[in-house]
């Protein structure tokens, strides 16, 4: 391996610990700050698979293939929009840059640089309180809640909506620090979060004082009532220590929303809390009411605290009943193959934004969220997951032969186009099967 590959590798593990320096991510313009999340994809792979093998050998609970699976759909869905609209934080953070700006701090100091290090995860630390204290923006965040496990994988469970909230917290640090920091500082305070997510890291010590870890962050997702509300930093948890909302790891955390999510499909787990706010504030009588139902907390009620009450949440009982509809390890093995498929297909979205056509993009995300919808059907038993899944292989294999070069040889295109074409021969007979049931049972 030579040496610029092995630093490039190792810069690669370093970021996700945001054990950089200022001087190799400090960058005068935001058009040179690289995708640092997207470069970061094989490393979280290679760490999860890490956790894996330490999992097996500390004989704890492996993570399990629906629930991973859901994880990463719903980070690959928080990723697909981004491929179309610039961050909307970038954006309203650099319109207030160009308004407010009161000093024009050096780009390349390393004091800008760890001012922007605190100041980003100063301006988390108000975003995810808010995530969790206001209903409407709880809409977005409890994505990232969802899931019963704890595992790496969980940390890719993110929002699509958050960020459409998340920006306002963020104008302030405008005044003083240039956008390309800040866009930086976003990246690591991002990829920092990724490895607190697991249990094979009990207690790290000293460290435990100013850094978020891991137990730290187990409380956070925890849903026994002592975790409610608590430990909301992002890098540092310094800041949760000043407001009065730290939390040390006690009982056994049990992991998930108050009320456990029923389903594999990520849309629906991305979107049926806003929905049910909706529905809320629609029959609710009174407008302050109205109002009270987006700003309030997501446990308040009529006449109880902006928050609600702790008394009001439902106790967790052991053992603990864990929402695990299954397939058998084939479909399994299938759905992640497909899934690998999907993942390397945004991956050349994502490196040539510049290049392909808008309509063409927006074509691509939309396949790939019926995708991600149709394998959350299948983990969840739909009845019409086997014919959603072979319209989708059909959809593949009609576009493949129209777009793409498919003379005979060995390509991976072609490796995939044979490969689309026997799923879709495989569904095409499930579908049939489930057809003929219906029409028997609706016919006796
Ligand atoms: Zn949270
Ligand atoms: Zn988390």
Known sequence: MTSLLKNRVLFGFRQLFYVVTPNETSFSMIESVPKYVDEAIPYFFVLAMTELVVLVIQKRELPRFNDSFSSVAHGLLSLLHGLLFRSVELATFMWAYSKFNIIQLPWDSPWTWLLGMIGVDFGYYWVHRAGHEVNIMWSGHQAHHSSEDYNLSTALRQSMIQKYFAWMFYLPLALVLPPSVFLVHQHF????????????????????????????????????????DKNYGGTLIIFDRIFGTFQAEEKQVVYGLVHPLQSWEPLYGQFHHLIYILKTAWKIEGWNNKISVFIKGPGWATGKPRLGLLEDLPEVNHPVEKYDKQLP??????????????????????????????????????????????????????????????VRCCLYLITAAKTFDLTIGISVGNAVFIMYFLSALLWLSQSATTIQILLKSKSA
């Open 329 to 390: 390890l084939w479909a399994n093995l299938y759905v992640w193959t497909h899934f690998a498929v999907l993942v390397f297909g945004y991956q050349e979205l994502a490196k040539n934004t510049q290049v392909f056509p808008g309509l063409f993009m927006a074509a691509c995300i939309l396949y790939i969220i019926y995708s991600l919808t149709t394998f959350g059907a299948l983990y969840d038993h739909w009845r019409s997951a086997p014919l959603m899944e072979a």
């Open 189 to 228: 305070n991002l990829l920092y979060q990724f490895w607190i997510h697991t249990e094979i890291v009990r207690n790290l010590g000293p460290l435990e004082w100013i850094l978020n870890t891991p137990s730290h962050h187990r409380v956070h997702h925890g849903r026994n009532p002592y975790c409610i």
